[in-house]
């Protein structure tokens, strides 16, 4: 019995803190990505990258800041050591997250930290900006003498391929939300709410070692056709169809994994869209290859639902979104399986595999799991659900 039986109290208690932590990203690496980074930024003719505060400056100062109203940014120069501007009244908490060499330039909150940026880059000089860095800061920027273009060409070549260290992180943050996800449905019972499930999901998560749910999706029912959700609370009732999307991070490396099963029976149809939507999460898996494009594996889980009569592109019943995203240190980060993205793919890129079947207003289905592409094609990090009554293997 791997759905319902057991209880929230039984469950947690019988969770530890996961055996054999990752290890972390080490300097080496720390100094390989920003050396990389510089190369493309001198192939791009520009003289510095700037990446402000988010995932992209985790990815390369090991700072682990969101970004606010106050500028906190890498600058990269092609040549020299990489700089970090900072507020001033932050310097004892950048120092105690930075895990590269930098010369730390801060600002009072009375001054500009755009002119900070532009001491030491040559008047006129051309600075690559993180697509990521609010449009009222690069604004500013863009007033102190220096020509600014996109960054995201570099910064994603950086970040979409992983390394062994970051599959690794990835792997576990994956393994510690399936073992969660099983959990989740040996706690379900007729009755229980859906905001029960998603506090229990966090617990599960922070009882594994996690800082808790990144986030989390429980729904049931008619709420299962709406790819999001629905905002009211939900009870579970007897014969309904539970769909559960959820993920953590470690080291900043995110899972996210969706599983939908049959609490009780389910129709006949719901089992045979249930059967459509694995093959298509099927074709899209063996589809994958180094060198095919991204939007190509968008399409052959198309096939597979419009042969079924689903569809076609995004119309409903059918899928309407991309087949999946790139993850990372951000839980959608480029490329993305979705038609117009013609990126090649090339091993060490990450992806989730959730082709959703949508049955307006009445019930959807999304199995999702993620892949990292290798040499000859794809290997997942979680294996896909046997059935609609068995949520794992
Ligand atoms: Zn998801
Ligand atoms: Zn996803």
């Known amino acids: 019995m791997t759905i319902g039986g057991s209880t929230v109290a039984a469950e947690l208690a019988s969770l530890l803190p996961w055996r054999d932590p990752t290890p972390r990203i080490t300097a080496g690496e ?15 003719g520009a003289d510095a990258l700037l990446v402000g505060a988010g995932a992209s400056l985790r990815y390369f100062a090991g700072v682990p800041w969101g970004a606010s109203e106050r500028m906190v940014a890498l600058v990269l120069p092609v040549e020299g050591d990489p700089v970090i501007v900072c507020p001033r009244f932050e310097e004892g908490s950048l120092l105690a997250a930075l895990e590269i060499p930098a010369d730390v330039r801060l600002w009072e909150e009375d001054e500009s930290p755009s002119a900070l940026v532009a001491t030491g880059l040559r008047g006129g000089a051309t600075l690559l900006v993180d697509p990521q860095l609010p449009f009222g800061m690069a604004t500013a920027l863009g007033t102190c003498g220096l020509v600014l273009r996109d960054a995201s060409g570099v910064v994603d070549a950086c970040r979409m391929l992983k ?116 093959a298509a999460q099927r074709a899209a898996f063996e589809a994958v290859r180094p060198g095919v494009s991204c939007e190509s594996v968008d399409a052959a889980a198309r096939v597979v639902l419009e042969r079924a009569g689903l569809g076609p592109d995004y119309r409903l019943p059918g899928l309407p979104h991309r087949t999946g995203h790139g993850i990372g240190l ?27 079947i949508v049955v307006p207003d009445r019930f959807g289905v999304r199995l999702e799991d993620h892949f990292h592409v290798t040499e000859t094609g794809a290997a997942w990090f979680t294996e896909p659900q046997p059935s609609i009554d068995r949520p794992f293997g």
């Not at 920003?34 to 001198?42: E, I, K, Q, V």
């Not at 939908?260 to 719901?270: H, K, L, N, R, S």
């Not at 399986?337 to 090339?346: S, Y």
Request: charged letters at 20%; one cysteine or more.
């Open 330 to 356: 951000s839980i959608h980060e480029p490329a993305y399986l979705v038609r117009g993205d013609r990126t090649p793919l090339a091993p060490g890129m990450c992806f989730s595999n959730e082709p959703m």
């Open 163 to 278: 390394s062994p260290a970051e599959l690794a992180l990835l792997s576990q943050a994956k393994a510690m939300t399936l073992e969660v996800q099983r959990r989740a449905a040996a706690i379900l019972e007729p009755g229980i709410a859906a905001s029960a499930v998603i506090r229990f999901i966090d617990s599960a998560h922070r009882a594994l070692g996690s800082a808790g749910s990144y986030f989390c999706a429980v729904q049931f029912g008619r709420a299962t056709a709406f790819p999001h959700g629905l905002p009211a609370d939900q009870l579970l009732e007897e014969d309904q169809l539970v769909l559960i999307d959820t993920g953590c991070q470690v080291e900043g490396y995110h899972s996210d994994i969706t599983r939908t099963y049959a609490f009780g029976t389910v129709d006949a149809e719901v089992h045979a869209i249930f059967e459509t939507e694995q």
């Open 30 to 44: 720390r100094a390989a990505r920003l050396d990389r980074a510089r190369a493309l930024t001198a192939e791009a």
